[in-house]
């Protein structure tokens, strides 16, 4: 199998590219949703049969996903299932790459390292300074993770404790919740039964709820708006 950049880049399709490497892929401005498409699944297909080079095709599926987010969504699913990834692990890149623009990513850092950062921080600047450290101090992806997490708990002391508003409102909601998560539990015969059409049906009507699972996910690490963290290191 080919694993070298330069050879990837050469199984890309001939339209709708503007630039590729290592860390991302430029989609050309103006993309159809029929073009969109093609490319998503022939970059979900060569993950699935190339070894190697899984930081790279992650990266590019990544950006394919997020360039489609305001105008194409509900692929993230389906995608993760033709590439052989996990769902998670394609929603944090699309994350990752919608917060670190390709020509914001640092040649010097690898993937893991804008994962790092850019699934902690939403603030351009913030995430600039960060991985500028990265550089600078030439951390390892541990290493930034400790120091990232070690930088987000002494916020938080310094925000001092949470205050619950709307209590009542809140645990009328979770009470809600549990009702939900309790009848899915009891029909999982059902659900996992679906086939691809019902699948993207369900993904359109439940796409409030994993707004407000991504928003949960972003209050547990302490950030506005980042997901929760499912990288792949290799």
Known sequence: MRTDVQQLVAELPGSGIAHADRLGLALAPHLDQ???????????????????????????????????????????????GEAGLEPGTLRNAKMVCSRIPVSCRHDALSWSHHCEVGLAFADPAEIEDWLTLA??????????????RTHIAGRRQ??????????????????????????????????????????????????????????????????SSAPPRDIQDN
Request: proline share 2%.
């Open 34 to 80: 029929v073009e969109w498409r093609g490319l998503v699944t022939h970059l979900a297909r060569l993950t699935r049969t190339t070894t190697g080079a899984r930081q790279t095709l992650t990266a590019w599926l990544g950006d394919a996903l997020a360039y489609g987010e305001v105008r194409y969504r509900g692929r993230i699913v389906t995608c993760a």
């Open 135 to 148: 550089e600078r101090e030439k951390l390892s992806t541990a290493g930034l993770r400790k120091r990232i």
């Open 158 to 223: 310094n925000q001092g404790p949470a205050v619950l508003s709307g209590s009542v409102e809140a645990f009328e909601l979770l009470r809600e919740l549990r009702a939900a998560c309790r009848t899915l539990d009891q029909r999982r015969d059902v659900w996992r039964r679906w086939p691809p059409n019902t699948a993207q049906m369900a993904l359109q009507e439940a796409k409030s709820l994993a707004d407000f699972i991504d928003r949960l996910r972003a209050c547990a690490l302490g950030s």
